[in-house]
Each structure stands twice: as C-alpha cells, then as structure tokens.
C-alpha cells in the first residue's frame, strides 16, 4: 500500500511539478514537430494515433496536442514508469511497457534511469551517447504488427505513426505492416546527415512515402497521391 502511494506522489509530481502540466504551452514536442501534425490533421477531431517510444506524455511529446483534440491511440515505452505516467493522464489509450522492433523476442535494453528518451536495445548507440556506467535489464521485444493485433481493435485506421525509439527505428518499421495499415504520417527520427541516403528514407520511398517535412532529429512522411 505504501508503495503505491509514493509512487502515486512520483507521478503526480512528475505531472503537476516537474513539468508544469496546468500551464498550456503552444508546442509539446522537441522541435515543433506537433504544430506541422495537428495543422496537417487541423480538421480531424478523432483520430488514432501509434506512438513508438512515447517516452512522456507531455514532455517532448509529439501527441499531446492530438490527445486534447480528441484522438486517442497506443503508447508504447520501455520504461515501466514512462507507462505509468500514460495510465495516469491518458487511461483510455492502450499503454505497453515493450520494446519494439523486426521480431517477437526477450532482448537487453540498455539504460542509465528509470525514466530517459536515450534508452535503447540497441548496445552500440548506448555506448555512443551514453556517459557513465550502463545498466542492463531483459525486456520483451515484438513487431509492431504483434502489438497491434493484441489491441484487438478491428480494421484499425492509423493517422500517425510516431517512432523514436534511438537507433532501432528501421527496426520497428521493418516489423510493421505499412501497406496494410498506410499511416496517413509518419514521423519517425533519422540521425544521418545526408537524410536521403539513409535507410530509413529509402525504406519508405520503396513503399511510396515521400518526406514533407524536416526537423533537427525528426522527419514526417506521408504517402504520395
């Protein structure tokens, strides 16, 4: 019982404190990628939205403004506490404490606290951004595809897919069924210089998805006409 009470105070500080959840703010996201979403949805009150790696639900968030328009969807994290941060502000959203990535297995995941946007199942990436000692813990991996079949929700329309999940994001794509599903965007983050020439560029141009718009880290693409 005790334990469920600090941890209720850990959220609700975390929320209301830490990141100030009454003041309204214009953009939640790092780099306003959720003022090109919600313009480019500027006329769709209910939605669906994946988001792969949501991290937290306010704090560099790329679909907060879409959840106070109305829209709901899956928010998915390696974190066990990011996950419970979404069942506090977000109970009607489907909320998993996976990894996601190209199969269904138990993987490490790599991390240095219970709550961070750089962690990742990925070993090479965590030793490239991470400074300090690496903490290590097994975590259950599945497609995209698996996920949303155990969501249950029949012939489901996805009108975003967010992805950011540090280093695995081809990964995730490569496990998820795009010619099925056809996202209306996708935002998914790609660290290469040269943005064309990267993998996950030509990975969704194969599936006729062209880019429209550019951040520092993040890029959104939608299916051409």
């Not at 941890?7 to 790092?30: A, D, G, P, T, V």
């Not at 899956?74 to 009607?92: A, E, T, V």
Request: aromatic share 14%.
């Amino acid at each position: 019982m005790l334990s469920k009470i600090k941890k209720k105070i850990h959220i609700i500080q975390n929320i209301y404190f830490k990141n100030k959840f009454l003041i309204n703010k214009k953009s939640y996201s790092m780099d306003g990628e959720d003022l090109f979403i919600t313009h480019f949805f500027k006329n769709k009150t209910k939605g669906f939205y994946v988001d792969v790696g949501c991290y937290h639900p306010i704090h560099r968030n790329n679909t907060f403004l879409l959840h106070k328009m109305g829209w709901s969807g899956i928010n998915i994290d390696i974190h066990q506490f990011s996950i419970d941060l979404f069942n506090f502000m977000r109970p009607k959203d489907f909320n998993y404490n996976f990894a996601v990535s190209n199969e269904n297995k138990i993987l490490e995941m790599f991390y240095q606290k219970n709550l961070s946007q750089i962690s990742t199942i990925d070993e090479t990436q965590a030793k490239k951004v991470f400074q300090g000692d690496i903490k290590k813990l097994k975590i259950n991996s599945f497609t995209l595809d698996s996920i949303l079949e155990k969501t249950k929700l029949k012939n489901i329309k996805i009108d975003l897919l967010d992805i950011d999940v540090e280093g695995t994001d081809l990964k995730v794509l490569q496990g998820f069924s795009i010619e099925k599903y056809k996202p209306a965007l996708i935002c998914v983050e790609i660290h290469d210089r040269e943005i064309k020439e990267s993998n996950i560029y030509k990975y969704l141009s194969n599936f006729h998805y062209e880019l429209i718009w550019s951040g520092v880290f993040s890029h959104i693409f939608k299916p051409k006409v």
